[in-house]
């Protein structure tokens, strides 16, 4: 499993960015994905989530109605859409295969791209 996270950056409050994730390695077409956050000095938070086809999509309450989750299977990429980021939306964001788990464990996963918002 190997997936490759791209589009973090410095941005203002309230702007926007658009991240990416490459897979390779497994069958993306049939594979729940998630994307995850680690601020400095915390643990991982699990931020959204997103079924095989991308019918179905989950967010935390944090981000609900400024996020999409999103995916091509014809690309093997997934896409966080995060608008009016706020300054505790900076973190180190992950892409990982699978759902959602409840343990916070997510052993698939990338090395993150670093996402700062500050003014």
């Known amino acids: 499993v190997l997936l490759v996270e791209s589009g973090g950056g410095l941005v203002q409050p309230g702007g926007s960015l658009r991240l990416s994730c490459a897979a390779s390695g497994f069958t993306f077409s049939t594979s729940g994905m998630t994307w995850v956050r680690q601020a400095a000095g915390k643990g991982l938070e699990w931020v959204s989530s997103i079924s095989w086809s991308g019918g179905s999509t989950y967010y935390a309450d944090s981000v609900k109605d400024r996020f999409t989750i999103s995916r091509d299977n014809t690309k093997n990429t997934l896409y966080l859409q995060m608008n009016g980021l706020k300054p505790e939306d900076t973190a180190l964001y992950l892409c990982?295969?699978?759902?959602?788990?409840?343990?916070?464990?997510?052993?698939?996963r990338g090395q993150g791209t670093q996402v700062t918002v500050s003014s």
């Open positions: 990982a295969r699978g759902g959602k788990v409840d343990n916070g464990n997510y052993p698939s």
